[in-house]
């Protein structure tokens, strides 16, 4: 195994565990008035992919089924960061998501650039229904998925991540196949 090998297999179990307070955390900052409308966008997107039913790997997958979340969470994280460089300091969960990104990029190479299109096209998509338009223009839509996001992170259950490298192998092959060229 590579070092790389080591700090993934080190890492995702935590990211899997973190998972619905991350959720929960992003969208504190979603409802917050005081965030710019760039930066609620990216984390809508990312937020409202909790929810899609036909995400990039399915939540039922052992070990991986909830690992795209936490990517697309992070990469939510890095456009949000960069888009207001001030939250960094003012909320902690976004600069640390936002800096979890970076182990991502270097774990899937050259597909992170596509990974980075899939998040930001998560913008203008939709899930259950509801665009990220919906959710910031309609404060009924956004009370509803602010209590959806609750309800999902009390249910959540981190799945295991066994620390076998084909865990990594399997991971980068269904983002490799599933991301749009």
Known sequence: MTDLDDRCLDTFPEWLRSLASDATDLAGLLASP????ATRRSLAGGLNYLFKSLD???DGIEDLGFLDDAFVLRVAASFAAAESPELRDQAPALARLARDAELIAEL???D???LKGYVRSLEKGAARGRTVD???GDEQVRTSFMHEIT???????APSFSRDAKNLIKLKSFLSAKLPA
Request: net charge negative; hydrophobic share 35%; proline share 9%.
């Open 34 to 37: 005081d965030s710019p409308e």
């Open 56 to 58: 990039l790997i399915p």
């Open 108 to 110: 899937l190479g050259g």
């Open 112 to 114: 992170y650039a596509r």
């Open 134 to 136: 919906d959710i910031l």
């Open 151 to 157: 309800g999902w992170a009390s249910s959540y259950t």
